[in-house]
């Protein structure tokens, strides 16, 4: 598995809380069967400040420390970057990072708030596309507005945005609700790619297995494999 979303950068958000337990979780990560991970920190405004600049030592750091453990994860750094205005002025400042690209179009992987979609979200994704910015939303499946109505993804559909579900949330890491909606989005067609979000150890450890075989079982083994390695392989070159 590619695995394009998760916290294992230490120290730099409520992921990984030091070397030594993100170590652990690219243990953990590689005994899943995970064998690449884009790591990808919150990018909030007031609340978790990253910079493409500061995360780069901290990413050296952990790459240096993995290949001295002899864990063969092999990883790049990028960002979760929360839905907002700030993105008028920080894409241009050259301040937000990218996982990937498609046809030479940059990837962002942007999150959404968990209690609702909000307003505006639909212009902000079509300036984000005119502005050569290819977008994918973390975890839909988890919006408490689209869990009461799923069809609310649509309007965010428009513009060719992807969709990026959490694995865990089919092997109900999340509970039922979350469950039932991520299965309503794979089955409508609104699942681009699977990834851990892995957080911590005792929060969201890197687990795959369980939800990649209830995928399987839902759509197939092929549609599976597309939505956890092919298409983030398409995405993420640069680990290749």
Same mark, same amino acid.
């Given at each position: 598995?590619? *695995?394009?979303?998760?916290?294992?950068? !230490? =120290?730099?958000?409520?992921?990984?809380? +030091? @070397?030594?337990?993100a170590?652990?979780?690219?243990?953990?990560?590689? #005994?899943?069967?995970?064998?690449?991970?884009?790591?990808?920190?919150?990018?909030?405004?007031?609340?978790?400040? +990253?910079?493409?600049?500061?995360?780069?030592?901290?990413?050296?750091?952990?790459? #240096?420390?993995l290949?001295?453990?002899?864990?063969?994860?092999?990883?790049?750094?990028?960002?979760? $970057?929360?839905?907002?205005?700030?993105?008028?002025h920080? @894409?241009?400042? =050259?301040?937000?990072?990218?996982?990937?690209? %498609?046809?030479?179009?940059?990837?962002?992987?942007?999150?959404?708030p968990?209690?609702? %979609? !909000?307003?505006?979200?639909? +212009?902000?994704?079509?300036? @984000?596309h005119?502005? +050569?910015?290819?977008?994918?939303?973390?975890?839909?499946?988890?919006?408490?507005?689209? %869990?009461?109505?799923?069809?609310a993804?649509?309007?965010?559909?428009?513009?060719?945005?992807?969709?990026?579900?959490?694995?865990?949330?089919?092997?109900?890491?999340? =509970?039922?609700? $979350?469950?039932?909606?991520?299965?309503?989005?794979?089955?409508?067609?609104?699942?681009?790619?699977?990834?851990? *979000?892995?957080?911590?150890?005792?929060?969201? !450890?890197?687990? $795959?297995?369980?939800?990649?075989?209830?995928?399987?079982?839902? $759509?197939?083994?092929?549609?599976?494999?597309?939505?956890?390695? *092919?298409?983030?392989?398409?995405?993420?070159q640069?680990?290749?």
């Amino acid at each position: 598995m590619i *695995d394009l979303h998760c916290h294992l950068l !230490p =120290g730099v958000d409520d992921g990984a809380r +030091n @070397l030594e337990e993100a170590v652990a979780m690219a243990r953990m990560a590689i #005994e899943e069967g995970i064998t690449h991970a884009v790591l990808t920190p919150h990018f909030h405004q007031g609340i978790y400040d +990253n910079q493409v600049s500061t995360l780069k030592p901290v990413f050296e750091t952990f790459k #240096e420390q993995l290949a001295e453990s002899q864990i063969p994860l092999e990883i790049a750094v990028a960002g979760e $970057v929360r839905i907002s205005t700030d993105l008028l002025h920080l @894409l241009p400042a =050259g301040n937000v990072p990218f996982i990937g690209s %498609i046809d030479d179009t940059p990837v962002m992987l942007l999150e959404l708030p968990y209690s609702h %979609i !909000p307003p505006g979200t639909d +212009n902000l994704l079509n300036w @984000l596309h005119k502005n +050569n910015v290819k977008t994918m939303i973390a975890h839909p499946e988890r919006n408490r507005e689209i %869990i009461s109505n799923p069809s609310a993804i649509k309007q965010l559909k428009l513009g060719g945005t992807m969709f990026q579900l959490t694995v865990g949330s089919f092997s109900e890491m999340f =509970g039922e609700k $979350v469950r039932d909606t991520a299965e309503t989005l794979l089955l409508d067609g609104y699942a681009d790619i699977v990834a851990t *979000d892995a957080h911590r150890i005792d929060k969201r !450890p890197p687990t $795959v297995k369980a939800g990649l075989d209830a995928i399987s079982a839902l $759509v197939g083994p092929d549609i599976m494999k597309r939505l956890s390695f *092919d298409t983030p392989k398409a995405i993420s070159q640069v680990l290749f």
